[in-house]
């Protein structure tokens, strides 16, 4: 079990860029592909991008892809999101998660453990 905590949320403007952080402690953590997925109010939660172990592959929702990026520090133990250009549509809690067995990286039930999200609100 790996635990996760995530930081950088905020409220910013369309248009605008935050980056948010997932720090994991626990078991090993360069033995765990890091996902990130997103609730908005009243939506269920959804895939937004993962990385995998040794950040050789990188996958993103086509919503995000070109305006987000992801990446990992496995000497920081810490797991990042770059999220630039922001709509109003990205705003929600957005969690992190881990998983160490095989699975698709886009499901939601591929994943073990994890955070308690951070808020992004994102004002037009």
């Known amino acids: 079990q790996v635990q996760l905590v995530e930081s950088g949320g905020g409220l910013v403007q369309a248009g605008g860029s935050l980056r948010l952080s997932c720090a994991a402690s626990?078991?090993?953590?360069?033995?765990?592909?890091i996902a990130w997925f997103r609730q908005a109010p009243g939506k269920g939660r959804e895939f937004v991008a993962a990385?995998?172990?040794?950040?050789?592959?990188?996958y993103y929702a086509d919503s995000v892809k070109g305006r987000f990026t992801i990446s990992r520090d496995n000497a920081k133990n810490t797991v990042y999101l770059q999220v630039n250009s922001l709509k109003s549509e990205d705003t929600g809690v957005y969690y992190c998660?881990?998983?160490?067995?095989?699975?698709?990286?886009?499901?939601?039930?591929?994943?073990?453990?994890w955070g308690q999200g951070t808020q992004v609100t994102v004002s037009s």
């Open positions: 626990g078991r090993t953590f360069s033995g765990y592909a």
């Open positions: 998660a881990a998983c160490h067995r095989t699975g698709s990286y886009y499901a939601i039930s591929t994943y073990d453990d």
């Open positions: 990385i995998s172990r040794s950040s050789s592959s990188t």
